[in-house]
Structure formats: C-alpha cells, structure tokens
C-alpha cells in the first residue's frame, strides 16, 4: 500500500504534519477525517518508496542513542499536558532515520485509532525491545507515563554512557591485542618453523612453549575449517538454545553467578523490581495486576518465576515480603524493607526509597567494572606477549649454546 505525506488542521486549528498508508489520497482524508483533522495538503511519501530498499533498511538501524533522545523527548511534552498522539506527531517531526521515523508513525496511526500505546509499540519490536515496551505498560496502567518514559531515557543514557566508558578503557588493551596477533603471526608463520628446521638438521629438541606454539600453528593450518565450523555450530546452537524457555532461565541464572558482572545483574534486576511495583502502587494500581506487570519488566528470568510464585501467594492471602524472602534470590535489604512498609501500609514508600538506593549502587558498581576492564585485559596481553617472546627467543638461546658446546 502506498504512503502519502500530508498537512492537516485539527478541530481546534492547530496544524500537524505526517505520513500514512491509504489506497489513494481519498482514501487518506477519509482516514484523517475520521480522525478528526481536516486535510489540507496531501502528496506521495517519496523518501519511503527509498526505504522499502532492503539494502537502505538493513544499513540503517535504529540506534539506542535515537530511542533514547525519542523516549527524552515524549516525557517532556507528556509532562508539560500535550496529548499522546500530539506528542508523537511532532517528536516524528524530529526524527531523521527513516526506519525510526516510519516506526513512530506508524505507532501514531495506531494510538489515534484506538490503540494501547504499548501494543502500537509492540508491533516494532526491531526497534522498541520487550523490556521498553513493558514498562511503557506499566506506565500506561498506572497513568505516569511521562515519568516512566523519563526513567527509560536515564537508563539508555547510563547504558550508552558504561558502552563508551568501557570502549575507553578497552582502547589502549586493543592496541595491545592488534600487535600481539601480529606479532604471534609473524613468529607462527616465518620464525618458529625455520627455528624447527635448525633443531631438527642438530638433533636436539625445541623448549616446551615452542612445541606448544608449533602444535598450535600446526592444528590452525591443517583443521582451520573444522574450528571455524565447530565456532559457528556452537554459536547457532547456543542462540537456539537460550529462545527455549529453558534456555533462558538457565542463561539467567549463569548471569547472576558471573564474577563482578553477575552483581550488576542481580541490582539491575532490583532497581526495576523496585521503581517500577513502587511506581505503580503510588499511582492506585491494585497488588495483583502490579505484580504482573512488574514479572515482565524484571528482565531476567529467574526473578520473573518468583515474582509469578509470589502471585500465587498473595493471593491465597500471603504477604510479598514473606514470599520472596522464601525464595532466596531477593536481598534481605529488599524483604525486610519490604515487610515494614507493608506492616505501616505503604510498601510504595519503601519500594521507592530501595530503587533510589539500588540506581545509586547501580552507578557505583558500573564505575568500578569499567575501571577494572582496563587493567585486567592489559595483565591478559603481557601474559601472551611473553609467551610469544619465551616461544621464540628460547630456541635462539638454545641453538647459540649447542654451537659454542
């Protein structure tokens, strides 16, 4: 189906701009009129018939940077009273990737006849991930949309803000690893194999880190293709494997068990827990319906299971403190708050100030890994640099002293 650009008045004779898909421009003012905008130009979307390339749509993805100033962007009129679909209209009118650009309008089309916010966005989800378009539900449920948008925008920032920060501490160990693969090539392929021929014309036997390097080549040259079929296997099979249910509860739980990035996981996981079932508790939204909301905001799998146990107990008349407390994955720090601002009536109060103290936890730990990538890929480059070093200067040692013996 066609699309056509267009420019229309609304009833209170304000003018917006956009884009929609109809069979003709007829068919378009019929859609706007129905709408309640009154047409005033109408012209074929020219740029779209461009992106409908595939090779144009797959070279230009929607990065988490433009998700991010969108999400930034749509808080801000929310926030200040202008309507969801206003709001929408002119942050389209922002957006220069056409692949976004398309997205947002078509999410506009959706709310303006009649769609949950939340489903428009579910219907892009090569744009917008599960874990956006469920805690724009919750707060579309719990009627804080603005500042649950808001709340996304930080988190991207933070997420973009770790990405840079660790790329600056992996910048110079990178450099380190281009010379040390050219380095070890270089021995692999012209120095270790003349050392070889020199050894084996005197009859003695290469030191112990220049077979292991030699063993090594000899493996690479002869079964590269099976490596390299063995690594592509295992990655398929792996990305199969963690779309089973199974696989990602079992993906999960090694998450949390993993050395300093484990324990990002376990507070990112919180920190949602907590903003968002605190967030949607203040705003009148009733236990049960928060908890399954929140089940799918956690972002992790194991934590989804016990929110969705804690349902069940809840209510059979449990309380959640006790529930999760049970589990034993949920801090102390989070049931024992918990249960107090159950026993005053306000777990709201004790959910907010925890997810305040958890995104401030969630800083510091950020800062502290990222300045600990740098120095630990530095010690990993000297350790195989000088197995490099060893494996070729330990022949040259060897062969000067079977000449001078």
């Given at each position: 189906m066609p699309r056509f650009k267009y420019q229309a008045m609304t009833k209170s004779g304000s003018v917006v701009t956009g884009s929609l898909e109809a069979e003709n421009p007829t068919d378009l003012i019929s859609k706007l009129r129905a709408s309640g905008y009154y047409a005033m130009d109408v012209s074929p979307d020219v740029a779209e018939e461009k992106r409908k390339i595939p090779f144009i749509s797959f070279m230009r993805r929607v990065k988490a940077s433009e998700v991010e100033f969108f999400s930034y962007q749509l808080s801000t009129l929310i926030n200040a009273g202008v309507r969801l679909t206003r709001a929408l209209a002119?942050?389209?009118e922002q957006i220069t990737n056409p692949i976004f650009r398309d997205a947002v309008d078509k999410v506009r089309y959706d709310v303006e006849h009649g769609s949950e916010f939340y489903n428009a966005l579910a219907q892009h989800k090569n744009v917008f991930s599960d874990l956006y378009i469920n805690i724009v539900k919750a707060g579309e449920t719990g009627g804080v949309l603005g500042l649950v948008l808001a709340r996304l925008a930080e988190f991207s920032e933070k997420q973009r803000k770790l990405k840079s920060a660790v790329i600056s501490a992996l910048f110079y160990p990178a450099i380190l690893v281009t010379l040390g693969t050219i380095i070890g090539t270089i021995l692999m392929l012209f120095v270790i194999p003349r050392l070889s021929g020199m050894f084996a014309e005197m009859g003695a036997a290469l030191p112990m880190p220049t077979r292991i390097l030699m063993a090594v080549t000899g493996a690479i040259k002869n079964f590269w293709w099976i490596i390299l079929a063995v690594i592509v296997i295992a990655v398929l099979?792996?990305?199969r494997y963690a779309k089973t249910e199974s696989g990602k509860r079992n993906l999960d739980r090694l998450k949390l068990k993993l050395p300093l990035a484990g324990n990002i996981f376990r507070i990112s996981a919180m920190t949602r827990f907590a903003r968002t079932l605190g967030t949607l508790l203040d705003n009148g939204v009733l236990i049960l319906p928060s908890l399954a909301i929140v089940r799918e905001t956690v972002g992790n799998t194991v934590y989804?299971?016990?929110i969705a146990n804690s349902e069940k107990e809840v209510e059979r008349g449990g309380t959640l403190s006790s529930s999760l407390q049970k589990s034993g994955?949920?801090?102390g720090l989070v049931?024992?708050?918990l249960a107090i601002g159950e026993e005053a009536g306000r777990p709201q109060d004790m959910l907010?100030?925890?997810?305040e103290y958890y995104e401030a936890e969630m800083d510091k730990q950020?800062?502290?890994v990222s300045s600990l990538i740098g120095p630990v890929m530095i010690l990993v480059m000297a350790l195989a640099v000088g197995f490099l070093v060893a494996a070729a200067v330990l022949p040259?040692?060897?062969a000067s002293n079977l000449v001078t013996g």
């Open positions: 002119v942050a389209t099979a792996i990305r989804r299971d016990i994955e949920f801090p049931t024992h708050m907010l100030k925890l997810s950020l800062e502290r040259i040692f060897e």
